[in-house]
Structures are given as C-alpha cells and as structure tokens.
C-alpha cells in the first residue's frame, strides 16, 4: 500500500489533506515538521499550507529525501523559496475562489484538470518565479503561478487548496499525485 506522509505546517486544512489521502485508500500520516528526515518513511510526501515561512521546521531537508513532494499554498511555496525560486507578497490577501487556467494539459498532477478549474486559494504570499528545472502549469487573473511541475524530479506545487470542498476536482489532484508516487 502507498504510504504518503503529510508534513504538517501549522495550516488550517492540514487534517482534510490527510482524509482525502485516507479516503482514496492511502496509508497516510500526519508527522510533525521537526521531525528528522530520517525519521520518515514515506512513498511521498505532502508539505502543507501554513501561515508563515517562519515555522516550516526541518521542510527544506525533506526536500533532499528520494520521494515526490507536492507542496499546497505555503508547501509550493517552500519549494519555490528553498531551490532557488522567488515567493513575495500577493496583490490578492484571502481566501477566494479563483478560475485557474491549466497550462500543460500533460503534467502529471494537474494536467487532467485542464482546460480551467475553479479552486479555493489564499494569495497573501505567492510563488513569484519557478526555480530552474520547474514549469509554471497554471494560471489565473489573480496569481501568475497557480501552479508549478519538475517531473524530472517529482517535485509539484499548487498555491490552492485542493483538500477543501469549494474546489472543483480537488481529489482528482489528490489521485495524481497518489500515481506519481506508484
């Protein structure tokens, strides 16, 4: 059985991450992120939403583990910010339900969304420039990179919340990132 393991970062929607995981027949965890690297034993790895840059623990060495990782809202961008990328500060603070356009209909986690899909996202901080070896993958009126793929690495980032029930399709992201990780 796939074992994910959800890197909790303080976020509001940490718990509804895992029961997706759990409900799509997942062994999946919760693991505090302090946790060593080490200490996790995981086919992948989700690195949660959360307030701030400040409490992301030991996030950037997990991104040194042999897994895919697939970063929501503050995980995308953690990613963004730990290899090389740029996060700053949004136009849009908030949660809002925002129409993504989905640039690579072919990206292993979001690609089956396209053409568009509405999401739940909060952009008080967002992902401003993809780090090298990354594509952006989606789009809004709202936030340049909705989204971000490095299949080469299995490294994936949405700024949305795909866990929480105002996203259309949000468990068909979830699906995909279960077949990277088989």
Same mark, same amino acid.
């Given at each position: 059985?796939?074992?994910?393991?959800?890197?909790?970062? *303080?976020?509001?929607?940490? *718990?509804?991450?895992?029961?997706?995981?759990?409900?799509?027949?997942?062994?999946?965890? +919760?693991?505090?992120?302090?946790?060593?690297?080490?200490? +996790?034993?995981?086919?992948?790895? !989700?690195?949660?939403?959360?307030? #701030?840059?400040?409490?992301?623990?030991?996030?950037?060495?997990?991104?040194?583990?042999?897994?895919? !990782?697939?970063?929501?809202?503050?995980?995308?961008? +953690?990613?963004?910010?730990?290899?090389?990328?740029?996060?700053?500060?949004?136009?849009?603070?908030?949660?809002?339900? %925002?129409?993504?356009? +989905?640039?690579?209909?072919?990206?292993?986690?979001?690609?089956?969304?396209?053409?568009?899909?509405?999401?739940?996202?909060?952009?008080?901080?967002? %992902?401003?420039? !993809?780090? =090298?070896?990354?594509?952006?993958?989606?789009?809004? #009126?709202?936030?340049? !990179?909705?989204?971000?793929?490095?299949?080469?690495? #299995?490294?994936?980032?949405?700024?949305? *919340?795909?866990?929480?029930?105002?996203?259309?399709?949000? =468990?068909?992201?979830?699906?995909?990132?279960?077949?990277?990780?088989?």
């Amino acid at each position: 059985m796939t074992r994910i393991a959800v890197i909790d970062n *303080h976020g509001q929607f940490t *718990h509804l991450e895992r029961r997706t995981l759990r409900d799509l027949g997942v062994d999946v965890d +919760i693991v505090d992120n302090t946790t060593p690297p080490a200490d +996790i034993d995981a086919d992948g790895l !989700v690195l949660s939403g959360g307030p #701030d840059m400040d409490r992301i623990g030991n996030c950037p060495a997990y991104l040194d583990l042999d897994v895919p !990782v697939f970063g929501v809202c503050l995980g995308m961008q +953690i990613l963004a910010a730990e290899l090389d990328g740029e996060v700053g500060a949004g136009d849009y603070g908030g949660y809002a339900d %925002v129409d993504v356009e +989905i640039l690579d209909s072919e990206d292993p986690l979001i690609g089956s969304l396209a053409p568009e899909t509405r999401v739940w996202a909060s952009h008080a901080d967002e %992902v401003k420039r !993809v780090p =090298e070896g990354f594509a952006r993958t989606a789009t809004s #009126d709202v936030c340049d !990179v909705e989204a971000m793929s490095d299949p080469d690495r #299995d490294r994936y980032g949405v700024q949305w *919340h795909p866990e929480v029930a105002h996203t259309e399709r949000g =468990e068909e992201v979830f699906e995909n990132f279960i077949d990277v990780c088989e």
